[in-house]
């Protein structure tokens, strides 16, 4: 899955074909689940950067720690919160890395996931949008995983849906169909991901210190000859 995001400052400008920012980028080393995150999503035909709460909260759930910060992309059909959100409120979340936990037999060390090249990631979601009055609402979101790929699959077994600037606006567009949208849900090619092993003091959630996302070994890659 995906329980901890790694949001440094990105080059928004860059970022995204015609992304209007009104606001700053939230950065965290070390972003949790019931916390805010920064989100694209078109408003007016727009892709717009605004804040939402990391963990899916529709007006009818009555406990805030059961918002699910996690969508799988097999079985959006089976929920409605997901399954409504899915045809209409689709997002990104741009991220620089997303930390995974590998099971050794006395602990569970953490790894950093990043692009090979440490840009940017669009990690698809899904929003949706809570009125507390008339004019009042508060905004939240859950990411969409997938299967992970070869590269991932010795640390995990899911990951986020990651999306390219090709394919970003036809993702957020609500005219595009639910099918269409569906088949952009796919693992990353596997030559876009690093992975490299970070300090275990990325385990506690409080802990906000750049430190969280420092290598403290090398990073792996995929190369093309280990698909022969």
């Excluded at 899955?1 to 080059?11: C, K, T």
């Excluded at 009818?60 to 969508?71: E, I, M, R, T």
């Excluded at 899915?86 to 099971?103: I, M, N, Q, T």
Aim: proline share 11%; glycine share 6%.
């Amino acid at each position: 899955m995906a329980g901890r995001l790694h949001i440094a400052a990105l080059p928004l400008d860059g970022l995204l074909p015609g992304l209007e920012a009104t606001q700053p980028l939230a950065t965290s080393p070390n972003r949790a689940p019931r916390h805010p995150v920064s989100i694209i999503r078109h408003e007016q035909g727009t892709p717009r950067l605004t804040t939402a709460f990391w963990g899916l909260t529709p007006p009818w759930l009555k406990v805030l720690d059961h918002a699910p910060h996690c969508a799988r992309a097999e079985s959006l059909d089976e929920r409605a919160m997901f399954r409504d959100a899915f045809a209409a409120r689709r997002c990104l979340v741009p991220v620089s890395g997303v930390y995974v936990w590998k099971s050794q037999p006395r602990m569970k060390q953490p790894f950093l996931v990043t692009r090979a090249d440490r840009g940017p990631l669009l990690l698809a979601g899904l929003w949706c949008r809570y009125h507390t009055t008339l004019t009042h609402y508060n905004d939240s979101m859950a990411l969409i995983t997938v299967p992970a790929n070869q590269l991932l699959a010795p640390l995990t077994d899911r990951f986020p849906a990651i999306m390219d600037a090709g394919t970003a606006h036809h993702w957020l567009s609500p005219d595009t169909p639910q099918e269409q949208a569906r088949h952009l849900l796919s693992p990353a090619p596997l030559e876009l991901l690093g992975i490299f092993p970070v300090s275990r003091r990325v385990n506690d959630p409080s802990y906000q210190d750049w430190a969280c996302g420092r290598p403290t070994g090398n990073m792996v890659r995929w190369h093309s000859e280990q698909e022969t």
